[in-house]
Every structure is written in structure tokens, then in C-alpha cells.
T-cell receptor, first 110, second 113 residues
């Protein structure tokens, strides 16, 4: 069965810390995505990547960066965490339009 | 700009009753449309998708959706809901050429016994 794995289900960090969220997929998919999910706002795209070492800004990239050194791994980086980045973060991978999501990381910034 | 609107934030229905979740989109070209479901504590699962052809699309778990171009809508329906259908439902439009999705705000479905 296909699998998108996010390294943490829950994470608590402090303001100003550099935070890494990791995502690994085992389907050899070209495309990978990072979304944040907030009540009443749905899912908003932060960054996406079509291939290794490629990245594209989504709709809300400010305060975030990404890294894709290997095809199966897509990392989201909060350069200096702030309280307004407290949210649920979802990773997804896709081949064409068939997407698969991880279970999410609930990140709290104190 | 492309957008998706789900007018109902929260819907409550009784078990066994019929269900319709509304979705309206704004997109310049022929849209690719999707419905996803998110059970508590889990990621999103694809229920169904529409690319072209028959405007009534069948999905998993007994769901269907109808594309109506004149109304810019893609409403999700189920004839008889089960308690296990309680979840959050997201409608999305695919941005062609970029292969990325724009999601609606979501509709939370509660099932009364």
C-alpha cells in the first residue's frame, strides 16, 4: 500500500527556533507538497516540488523554506518559528493528479 | 483567480438520511474537480474526481458528485449516511499545468444516531 510518512504527529517548539518537518514517500512520486490546515481556511499550499532540488512557492510561502535532496524526502523548514505558525501541517505526494496525504503534524509554537 | 467555496462550515444529519455537500468553484478553463475526506486525526483520502465526460461521478464509500458547469458547482451526495461518515470534507479544483490543488474551506459533517 502507498505510504506518505510524516516524522512527527505532534511537535511543540519555542518562538525563534528553527523547526524541521520531515516527509517521506515510498511511491517514487515526482510531485510533493506541503500544506497547512487551519479551521475555516481549509488547506493552503506552502511549497511544492516537481523533482529533486526543485521547489516552487505556493500561496503562503512567507516564513517557510523547503528542501528536497532526495526524491522520496521533502522537508519543510520554519526558519524562525513564530506563534502564528501554530497549525496542522500536511504533506502530500502525487503522480499526475492522484495524490496521497500523510496523517499530518500538529505543530504548536509557544 | 482560482477559488473554491464550500458554503456550509458544519452540517448535521441523522444516520440513514441523505446528504448533499455543496461546492462552488471559480476557474477560467474546464476544471478538474476533487472531493477529499479527512477522518479525525488522519490525512486526506480521495473520494472521487472529475476530469471530463459523464457529469455524474461515482466514488468510494457510496459517494457521488455531479458537475454542473452552468452553476459552477460540484456537489457531493450520498443517499444514506452511516455514523462512520462523520468527518471533514474538502472540495478542490486542480490547476492545470501546475498539477496543484486549491482547496475549499471544508465542511464538517456530524451524524446523529
Amino acid at each position: 500500500d502507498v505510504k506518505v510518512t510524516q516524522s512527527s504527529r505532534y511537535l511543540v517548539k519555542r518562538t525563534g527556533e528553527k523547526v524541521f518537518l520531515e516527509c517521506v514517500q515510498d511511491m517514487d512520486h515526482e510531485n510533493m507538497f506541503w500544506y497547512r490546515q487551519d479551521p475555516g481556511l481549509g488547506l493552503r499550499l506552502i511549497y511544492f516540488s516537481y523533482d529533486v532540488k526543485m521547489k516552487e512557492k505556493g500561496d503562503i510561502p512567507e516564513g517557510y523554506s523547503v528542501s528536497r535532496e532526495k526524491k522520496e524526502r521533502f522537508s519543510l523548514i520554519l526558519e524562525s518559528a513564530s506563534t502564528n505558525q501554530t497549525s496542522m501541517y500536511l504533506c502530500a505526494s502525487s503522480f499526475g493528479w492522484t495524490g496521497h496525504f500523510g496523517d499530518g503534524t500538529r505543530l504548536s509554537i509557544l | 483567480a482560482q477559488s473554491v467555496t464550500q458554503p456550509d462550515i458544519h452540517i448535521t444529519v441523522s444516520e440513514g438520511a441523505s446528504l448533499e455537500l455543496r461546492c462552488n468553484y471559480s476557474y477560467g478553463a474546464t476544471p478538474y474537480l476533487f472531493w477529499y475526506v479527512q477522518s479525525p486525526g488522519q490525512g486526506l483520502q480521495l473520494l472521487l474526481k472529475y476530469f471530463s465526460g459523464d457529469t455524474l461521478v461515482q466514488g468510494i464509500k457510496g459517494f457521488e458528485a455531479e458537475f454542473k458547469r452552468s452553476q459552477s458547482s460540484f456537489n457531493l451526495r450520498k443517499p444514506s449516511v452511516h455514523w462512520s461518515d462523520a468527518a471533514e470534507y474538502f472540495c478542490a479544483v486542480g490547476i492545470q499545468g501546475a498539477q496543484k490543488l486549491v482547496f475549499g474551506q471544508g465542511t464538517r459533517l456530524t451524524i446523529n444516531p
